[in-house]
Protein backbone atom coordinates (compact mmCIF):
# COMPACT_ATOMS: atom_id res chain seq x y z
CA UNK A 1 0.00 0.00 0.00
CA UNK A 2 2.79 2.39 1.13
CA UNK A 3 6.16 2.45 -0.08
CA UNK A 4 7.55 3.67 2.65
CA UNK A 5 6.19 4.59 6.18
CA UNK A 6 7.74 5.82 8.94
CA UNK A 7 7.01 5.23 12.84
CA UNK A 8 7.28 8.57 14.55
CA UNK A 9 9.29 7.50 17.37
CA UNK A 10 13.00 8.08 18.82
CA UNK A 11 12.17 5.12 20.76
CA UNK A 12 13.67 1.33 18.90
CA UNK A 13 11.18 -0.66 21.15
CA UNK A 14 8.40 0.92 20.04
CA UNK A 15 9.59 0.77 16.33
CA UNK A 16 9.74 -2.68 16.50
CA UNK A 17 6.42 -3.07 18.66
CA UNK A 18 4.94 -1.07 15.78
CA UNK A 19 6.42 -3.17 12.91
CA UNK A 20 5.18 -6.30 14.31
CA UNK A 21 1.35 -4.81 14.66
CA UNK A 22 1.96 -3.47 11.32
CA UNK A 23 2.58 -7.24 10.06
CA UNK A 24 0.30 -9.57 12.34
CA UNK A 25 -2.91 -6.94 11.93
CA UNK A 26 -2.22 -5.64 7.73
CA UNK A 27 -0.11 -7.83 6.22
CA UNK A 28 3.50 -7.79 4.27
CA UNK A 29 1.74 -5.33 1.85
CA UNK A 30 1.17 -2.49 4.31
CA UNK A 31 4.25 -0.98 3.41
CA UNK A 32 7.54 -1.96 0.98
CA UNK A 33 9.51 -0.37 4.01
CA UNK A 34 9.35 0.37 7.39
CA UNK A 35 11.37 3.06 8.47
CA UNK A 36 13.21 3.88 11.69
CA UNK A 37 14.24 7.75 11.33
CA UNK A 38 16.42 8.49 14.93
CA UNK A 39 17.57 11.44 13.25
CA UNK A 40 14.14 12.88 12.83
CA UNK A 41 13.55 11.79 16.68
CA UNK A 42 15.62 14.40 17.62
CA UNK A 43 13.30 17.17 16.88
CA UNK A 44 11.29 18.16 19.80
CA UNK A 45 7.41 17.76 19.58
CA UNK A 46 5.87 19.45 22.38
CA UNK A 47 3.27 17.42 23.36
CA UNK A 48 0.38 20.69 24.08
CA UNK A 49 -2.78 18.86 23.01
CA UNK A 50 -5.15 18.51 25.74
CA UNK A 51 -5.86 14.67 24.16
CA UNK A 52 -4.28 11.48 22.95
CA UNK A 53 -5.93 12.20 19.50
CA UNK A 54 -4.28 16.03 19.56
CA UNK A 55 -0.96 14.85 20.61
CA UNK A 56 -0.19 11.97 18.05
CA UNK A 57 -1.77 14.43 15.54
CA UNK A 58 1.08 17.07 16.94
CA UNK A 59 3.73 14.25 15.86
CA UNK A 60 2.51 12.82 13.12
CA UNK A 61 1.89 15.58 11.11
CA UNK A 62 5.28 17.52 12.03
CA UNK A 63 7.60 14.01 11.12
CA UNK A 64 5.75 14.00 7.91
CA UNK A 65 6.39 17.82 7.43
CA UNK A 66 9.70 17.31 8.20
CA UNK A 67 10.36 14.11 5.90
CA UNK A 68 7.60 14.34 2.99
CA UNK A 69 6.94 10.44 4.01
CA UNK A 70 3.95 8.68 5.28
CA UNK A 71 4.23 8.92 9.17
CA UNK A 72 2.74 6.91 12.02
CA UNK A 73 2.42 8.17 15.50
CA UNK A 74 1.03 7.00 18.55
CA UNK A 75 0.27 8.79 21.85
CA UNK A 76 -1.18 6.64 25.37
CA UNK A 77 -1.68 6.32 28.54
CA UNK A 78 -3.44 4.15 31.42
CA UNK A 79 -6.57 5.21 32.44
CA UNK A 80 -7.29 4.15 36.30
CA UNK A 81 -10.93 4.12 36.97
CA UNK A 82 -10.48 4.94 41.11
CA UNK A 83 -8.05 7.78 39.79
CA UNK A 84 -11.02 9.40 37.95
CA UNK A 85 -8.79 8.64 34.92
CA UNK A 86 -5.31 9.37 36.54
CA UNK A 87 -2.60 9.11 35.12
CA UNK A 88 -3.50 9.51 31.23
CA UNK A 89 -2.17 11.67 29.54
CA UNK A 90 0.43 12.64 31.84
CA UNK A 91 1.47 8.93 31.86
CA UNK A 92 5.18 9.27 31.12
CA UNK A 93 5.57 12.23 33.33
CA UNK A 94 3.37 12.10 36.10
CA UNK A 95 6.16 12.00 38.43
CA UNK A 96 10.08 12.23 37.57
CA UNK A 97 11.76 9.11 37.28
CA UNK A 98 11.90 5.78 35.46
CA UNK A 99 9.22 3.50 35.51
CA UNK A 100 9.77 1.89 38.59
CA UNK A 101 9.47 5.06 40.00
CA UNK A 102 5.82 5.57 38.60
CA UNK A 103 4.72 2.10 39.02
CA UNK A 104 5.41 2.60 42.95
CA UNK A 105 3.74 5.51 42.37
CA UNK A 106 0.66 4.28 41.29
CA UNK A 107 0.59 1.66 43.63
CA UNK A 108 0.93 4.65 46.60
CA UNK A 109 -2.30 6.07 44.93
CA UNK A 110 -3.95 2.58 44.87
CA UNK A 111 -3.21 1.60 48.56
CA UNK A 112 -6.45 0.43 50.48
CA UNK A 113 -8.01 0.81 47.44
CA UNK A 114 -10.92 -2.04 46.78
CA UNK A 115 -11.70 -1.00 42.25
CA UNK A 116 -8.70 -1.72 40.84
CA UNK A 117 -10.37 -1.16 37.05
CA UNK A 118 -8.07 0.50 34.98
CA UNK A 119 -7.30 0.49 31.06
CA UNK A 120 -4.63 1.47 28.59
CA UNK A 121 -5.78 3.30 25.80
CA UNK A 122 -3.77 4.78 22.36
CA UNK A 123 -4.23 6.83 19.62
CA UNK A 124 -2.98 6.44 16.33
CA UNK A 125 -2.34 9.45 13.41
CA UNK A 126 -1.62 7.89 10.20
CA UNK A 127 -0.53 11.44 8.13
CA UNK A 128 0.34 10.81 4.67
CA UNK A 129 1.08 14.43 2.99
CA UNK A 130 -0.82 15.86 0.64
CA UNK A 131 -3.13 13.29 1.14
CA UNK A 132 -4.86 12.87 4.53
CA UNK A 133 -4.58 12.70 7.96
CA UNK A 134 -6.34 9.64 9.84
CA UNK A 135 -6.89 9.16 13.33
CA UNK A 136 -8.09 6.08 15.38
CA UNK A 137 -8.37 5.38 19.15
CA UNK A 138 -8.69 2.24 20.98
CA UNK A 139 -7.95 0.53 24.40
CA UNK A 140 -7.09 -2.31 26.19
CA UNK A 141 -9.22 -3.03 29.55
CA UNK A 142 -7.75 -4.76 32.87
CA UNK A 143 -7.28 -3.95 36.14
CA UNK A 144 -3.94 -3.12 38.79
CA UNK A 145 -2.93 -5.64 40.10
CA UNK A 146 -0.83 -5.17 44.04
CA UNK A 147 2.60 -5.65 43.43
CA UNK A 148 4.48 -5.91 40.00
CA UNK A 149 4.97 -8.94 38.35
CA UNK A 150 7.27 -9.53 35.46
CA UNK A 151 10.36 -8.62 33.93
CA UNK A 152 9.44 -8.03 29.96
CA UNK A 153 7.65 -4.98 28.53
CA UNK A 154 7.73 -1.01 29.83
CA UNK A 155 5.86 1.23 31.81
CA UNK A 156 2.94 -0.07 33.92
CA UNK A 157 3.60 -3.44 32.63
CA UNK A 158 4.52 -4.86 35.77
CA UNK A 159 0.95 -3.75 37.74
CA UNK A 160 -1.38 -4.24 34.57
CA UNK A 161 -3.45 -7.68 33.50
CA UNK A 162 -5.11 -7.79 31.01
CA UNK A 163 -9.23 -8.88 31.26
CA UNK A 164 -8.98 -12.37 30.50
CA UNK A 165 -5.59 -13.10 31.46
CA UNK A 166 -3.82 -14.02 34.77
CA UNK A 167 -0.29 -12.87 33.57
CA UNK A 168 0.35 -9.21 33.41
CA UNK A 169 1.54 -7.53 30.22
CA UNK A 170 5.33 -8.19 31.40
CA UNK A 171 4.69 -11.48 31.47
CA UNK A 172 3.05 -12.21 28.55
CA UNK A 173 5.47 -13.18 25.28
CA UNK A 174 5.26 -9.95 23.66
CA UNK A 175 3.48 -11.41 20.72
CA UNK A 176 0.18 -12.48 23.17
CA UNK A 177 0.61 -8.57 24.23
CA UNK A 178 0.34 -7.34 20.60
CA UNK A 179 -2.48 -9.66 19.70
CA UNK A 180 -4.54 -7.71 22.37
CA UNK A 181 -2.87 -4.11 23.30
CA UNK A 182 -4.79 -0.62 22.79
CA UNK A 183 -2.14 0.20 20.14
CA UNK A 184 -3.27 -2.89 18.06
CA UNK A 185 -6.91 -2.10 18.45
CA UNK A 186 -6.23 1.30 17.65
CA UNK A 187 -4.26 0.12 14.70
CA UNK A 188 -6.78 -2.65 13.26
CA UNK A 189 -9.51 0.46 13.46
CA UNK A 190 -6.94 2.63 11.32
CA UNK A 191 -6.33 -0.11 9.05
CA UNK A 192 -9.75 -1.09 8.26
CA UNK A 193 -10.75 3.01 7.81
CA UNK A 194 -7.57 2.48 4.91
CA UNK A 195 -9.52 -0.37 3.36
CA UNK A 196 -12.73 1.69 3.06
CA UNK A 197 -11.71 4.75 2.08
CA UNK A 198 -9.79 4.79 -1.09
CA UNK A 199 -6.16 6.33 -1.46
P1 LIG B 1 3.80 7.63 24.96
O1 LIG B 1 2.58 7.33 24.18
O2 LIG B 1 5.03 7.01 24.36
O3 LIG B 1 3.93 9.09 25.30
O4 LIG B 1 3.66 6.84 26.35
C1 LIG B 1 2.89 7.29 27.40
C2 LIG B 1 3.18 6.52 28.66
O5 LIG B 1 2.05 5.67 28.92
C3 LIG B 1 4.37 5.58 28.65
O6 LIG B 1 5.55 6.23 29.01
C4 LIG B 1 3.97 4.55 29.69
O7 LIG B 1 4.24 5.04 30.97
C5 LIG B 1 2.47 4.46 29.48
N1 LIG B 1 2.17 3.39 28.51
C6 LIG B 1 1.64 3.53 27.26
N2 LIG B 1 1.49 2.34 26.68
C7 LIG B 1 1.96 1.42 27.55
C8 LIG B 1 2.09 0.00 27.49
O8 LIG B 1 1.77 -0.68 26.49
N3 LIG B 1 2.62 -0.57 28.58
C9 LIG B 1 2.99 0.13 29.69
N4 LIG B 1 2.91 1.43 29.80
C10 LIG B 1 2.38 2.10 28.72
Redesign the pocket.
Known sequence: MFRKLIIA?G?KG?YREFCEIIRDVAGENFADEIIFAPEISRMIVD?TGKT?AE?SMLKARAWAERSGLPCLA?????EVDALNGAPGLY??RVIQGG?SD?VSWLLGQLEGVENRRAR?A?ALCLCVPEKFTLITESYCPGKIIDSPRGYD?????PV?LPNGYYLT?AELPGHV?NKI???TNAFKKLNAHIKTDSL
Open positions: TNKEYNDDSGLSADKFAGFGYDFFKSHR
